[in-house]
């Protein structure tokens, strides 16, 4: 996986600069103004304060220029350390480079440990306390710190990455289930439609005897269930624009029904149905819609019965046709996967399955109070 350079939000609010300027403050008073005071040279009590200043400016610019900031007041310790005003044991870099370890994430690795090698090498070098026990007191110190300063940002770095990479995949999920739900509706929507008034306009044309008022009226039918398919398409297109979920207005069991009967279908129904969480209502819709539309396609069959009532915590919905049954090995199609999705995501079950005595059954089991 390549780096992802991680931005580190909400740093530069007001908090952060009057707790950067209370480090620098604190840095200067503990480790530079007593030396810089006792400086004798006046030249190099004037060298020591821009030194301070410029450790000051590193603290306080240190998210602003996370890679310039650890550089500045590492040479200004260092040139401090070697002019006698500044005890700092690299404080002041180390705090310069915690913002550096959590932008550049794992890269800083290389980085911390270049900045402990260089300020080992400047501190051996420059280091103007003579006593060795003083400069390996300073050393030890400065070691720790910049470690410490790497090893935090470091952690929060892959921290921020870990947060950054699970907030893509939520994206990319929640685009899937998206996608899925508005294939699942438009199957459902215009499915549904075209299947019932592709049978009813085969009715219409079929019937033997059949009067002008008559095929006015299979006509008008045929329009509003068409008018209505496309009004819900179009909920489903603005609802999508705004980014809501993408579902439409499920039909009433009674206009399924007549929708059924008017495509030529004989359908018996027997509906107990309590009081249901909306969504639960909405797949048991959905369930006789797409086990009806399967029937009108694809069955053959000239009859079927509905049976919906509650059983203890469930309530069972039952679909029977009496056509040609499921043929052998083929593969489930979307409208039997998204009805199977619909049941699932609410808690309950659903087979499909040929019936002894011919035709198929859709039975599903819902929940009667909502899952979790």
């Not at 026990?133 to 892959?158: F, I, K, P, T, Y």
Request: aromatic fraction near 4%; charged fraction near 20%.
């Amino acid at each position: 996986m390549s780096h992802v350079e991680t931005p580190v939000a909400g740093r530069e609010t007001k908090l952060s600069w009057v707790v950067d300027l209370g480090a620098a403050l604190i840095l200067i008073v503990v480790f530079w103004l007593q030396q810089l005071i006792a400086a004798s040279d006046r030249w190099v009590a004037v060298v020591g304060s821009f030194l301070a200043l410029v450790v000051v400016a590193a603290v306080l610019t240190r998210w602003v220029f996370p890679s310039l900031a650890p550089v500045a007041a590492l040479v200004a310790t260092g040139i401090g350390w070697t002019l006698g005003v500044s005890t700092d044991p690299m404080l002041a870099v180390a705090w310069c480079l915690y913002p550096l370890a959590v932008r550049r994430g794992a890269r800083t690795r290389w980085i911390g440990l270049a900045a402990i090698l260089v300020m080992l090498i400047a501190s051996l070098a420059y280091g103007s306390d003579g006593s060795l026990a003083g400069l390996d007191q300073r050393l030890v110190l400065a070691a720790a710190a910049l470690g410490a300063s790497w090893l935090l940002g470091h952690v929060e770095a892959r921290r921020l990455e870990a947060v950054q990479r699970a907030t893509l995949e939520r994206a990319a999920y929640d685009r899937v289930m998206q996608q899925t739900a508005m294939a699942r509706e438009v199957h459902d929507v215009v499915g549904h439609a075209l299947s019932v008034i592709g049978a009813e306009a085969d009715v219409a044309r079929n019937i033997p005897g059949a009067t002008e008022d008559d095929l006015r009226q299979s006509l008008a039918d045929i329009e509003r269930r068409s008018r209505t398919a496309l009004e819900q398409v179009q909920a489903l297109v603005r609802g999508l624009r705004r980014g809501e979920d993408a579902t439409a207005r499920p039909a009433e069991l009674p206009e399924l029904v007549a929708a059924a009967q008017a495509s030529g279908l004989d359908v018996e129904s027997r509906i107990d149905l309590p009081a249901l969480p909306l969504g639960t209502k909405a797949v048991v819709s959905r369930v006789v819609q797409e086990a009806l539309s399967n029937i009108v396609r694809h069955s053959g069959a000239s009859r079927c019965e509905i049976a919906i009532w509650p059983e203890e915590k469930w309530l069972v919905v039952r679909v029977d046709d009496d056509g040609t049954g499921l043929p052998v090995r083929r593969p489930e199609g979307s409208g039997l996967a998204g009805m199977r999705e619909r049941v699932e995501e609410v808690g309950g079950t659903l087979t499909v399955t040929n019936r002894l005595e011919g035709g198929t059954r859709v039975l599903a089991r819902l929940p009667l109070e909502a899952s979790a």
